[in-house]
Each structure stands twice: as C-alpha cells, then as structure tokens.
C-alpha cells in the first residue's frame, strides 16, 4: 500500500512538471535566474592611455647664391649649419631639389593706380609662363575686394595664358592683398613637396578683413616659398614730391612685400622697367631649380606651438667660412636664402590636467 502511494506522489510530480508551459519557470527558478542577471558584470580591463610625442622633422629649402646672384651649386651636406634658436641642430637629410615646381600666381586685380598695376601684374605673369617646364604645377588667382581662383592647378600653360587673356576690367578699386595671401597659403596647405607663390602686386591693402599681424602669423605657419613683385615702382618713383601721404603708402606697400618674401626664404624684386622683367621671372624658377632640400628632428621637443627662429649657415667642411671665387679668381660674398623660422605644432593634451 505504503510502495503504491508513493508511486502515485511521483507519477503526479511528473504530470504536473510535463504540463508546465514552455517559458514558464517555477518561481524558485525565476528566482535563480535573476539573481544570475543581477550579479555585478565581470570586471573589465580600462584601455591603457599613452601620450606618443613625436619629435617634428623640419624641412627647410635653401638657396646660395653670390653677391653678383650666382647660384653657388655643389654644395654638400656638410657645407651646412642649422640653427633653431640659436642651439645648431643635426642634419639628417640633405639633397639638391629637383622635384617639378608647384606655384601660384597671385595677381593684383584691383583698379588702383588707375588700372596700371593690374596691367603690370597681367602682363609680367605672362612673362613668367615661358620658364616652366611640361612637369611643373601653375595655378592661378586674382584678386581685388575679394580673391578668385581663376584656374586651378594645371601642367598647360595655355589654360593660365586663356585665364589671363580674361582678366580686362576690374570691378573694383579695392586691393585685399592680406586676405588673399591668407586664401592662398590655406589652399596649399595640404600641398606635399616643394610649393610657391609668385605675388604681383603694388603691396598695397585697402580693408582686409586680416590684420598685418595676423597675415604674418599666417606666414609663419606656412612651409611655401613666397616671392613678390612690385607692379607700381614705375608709377611711385614719378609721384610729386608734395605727395607725402602717397609716399608713405607705398613705402608700407614695399615693405610688406620684402617682409612676406624674407620670411620664407623668397626674395623681392621691385623693378622700375619693363626690361627688367625677363630676368626677374628667369630668377624666380632659377631660385626653385637651385634648391637645397634640408631637414632635421628639433632638439626642442616641446609641442607648445610657439615660433621657433632658423639660422642657416654656409660653411666649409672644416666649419671655419666659405670661400667662393669669381671667374676671375676674387672672392665673393654669399647670400643665404632660407625661412626665417617656423611654427611648432601644438599638442591637444593640456600638461596641467590630471
């Protein structure tokens, strides 16, 4: 009797466990269950967080020439000196360049100084085109209240010419020069490789919305040669002598030009006469042919975005000076072209946080 009850408890607990629904779980499992999603998940492993500062490598392109404007060629690695901020750095790359030429034409394109700039600037661009090579990159632009990318980048020289051809009547009398140098160094930002701009322009500026010092910041941040051309010298040198104020504004305009191109290792050609035009162009793509590509990883490690001044010494091998000979055997001067300085990067990472 005892053996047949018991069988009957069991084939009862077996009838009701079968006739549970599917998903549905005594409450003691229930139970067990949220306790196991209530548990506290495994513990994870926080990323490790590292600072990885990478020391710049500054390049800097140099160009020699003598006191007569002679390119000094040649020149081995050894022949030259870096110094940034005054402490002498270690050269680790060093070659001629021979890399094709990437320039901009800035033009001024303004009706100031009764279209006679504009005339200049048009017609010595057009002087420049006969010095480029089939490889080489010329883009074009213009300016006057606002600058315009007249035509892109482009290896025919034709498209610059048929852009040019185009340039007839300004429409207005402004001259933006600030604003457009700051246009241009933007759109070349990202330009790999050895870059230019030619400016011809009288270095006058009506209203930028740029300030001077903040266009000449602008300069600092770039890695582009910059040379300029004075299109008004021939309209300034006849200027009245009464006309004060005018003389004024065109020795700021002159100045403004030598600075632009002697901050970056440019130079500055302000010529009175049309004759002088054909060997001042010839100079500009001489200056980027005659290169010499230097680079170097700064001592100064500090990512701080300040502005760091570059020295650029030519030496003999022995350190002690140069001495370069004419062709009739007299010793000449040397003149280094090169950037003035350059600005650090900025690291993100505030070195006060915690």
């Not at 500054?58 to 005054?86: C, H, M, P, Q, W």
């Not at 000979?325 to 990067?345: E, F, M, S």
Request: aromatic share 10%; with cysteine; hydrophobic share 40%.
């Amino acid at each position: 009797m005892q053996r047949l009850l018991i069988r009957r408890l069991v084939l009862g607990l077996l009838i009701f466990t079968l006739a549970v629904p599917a998903g549905v779980l005594p409450a003691w499992a229930q139970d067990k269950d949220k306790k196991k999603d209530q548990q506290p998940p495994p513990p994870q492993t926080t990323p490790g967080f590292s600072i990885s500062v990478t020391v710049p490598v500054v390049n800097v392109d140099v160009v020699v020439t003598d006191n007569n404007g002679t390119y000094i060629k040649d020149l081995k690695k050894e022949n030259f000196r870096i110094s940034e901020d005054g402490t002498v750095q270690t050269i680790t790359n060093f070659a001629p360049s021979e890399a094709p030429i990437t320039i901009v034409l800035l033009l001024e394109f303004s009706q100031l100084g009764y279209q006679f700039f504009t005339y200049n600037a048009r017609n010595w661009a057009a002087a420049f085109l006969g010095n480029l090579k089939p490889n080489d990159w010329v883009a074009l632009e213009s300016f006057n209240m606002r600058p315009n990318v007249d035509v892109d980048f482009t290896h025919n020289r034709d498209e610059i010419m048929q852009g040019l051809y185009q340039m007839t009547f300004p429409p207005f009398h402004e001259s933006n020069l600030f604003d457009a140098l700051s246009d241009v160094l933007d759109r070349i930002k990202d330009v790999k490789g050895k870059k230019a701009v030619l400016v011809l322009a009288s270095g006058i500026d009506t209203f930028s919305r740029m300030t001077l010092d903040q266009t000449l910041k602008r300069i600092r941040e770039t890695d582009a040669t910059i040379y300029t051309v004075g299109v008004g010298e021939m309209l300034f040198m006849n200027q009245s002598p009464g006309a004060f104020g005018q003389q004024l504004t065109y020795i700021q305009a002159q100045n403004q030009l030598k600075t632009f191109a002697a901050m970056t290792g440019g130079r500055c050609w302000l010529p009175r006469f049309d004759g002088e035009i054909p060997s001042i162009m010839q100079d500009v793509t001489q200056s980027l042919r005659n290169q010499y590509s230097l680079a170097y990883s700064s001592t100064n490690e500090a990512l701080d975005g300040k502005y760091r001044k570059l020295k650029v010494d030519v030496l003999a091998p022995d350190g002690g000076p140069l001495t370069v000979l004419d062709q009739r055997g007299k010793k000449v001067k040397i003149q280094v072209y090169a950037r003035q300085g350059y600005t650090a990067p900025k690291s993100n990472v505030d070195p006060n946080s915690k």
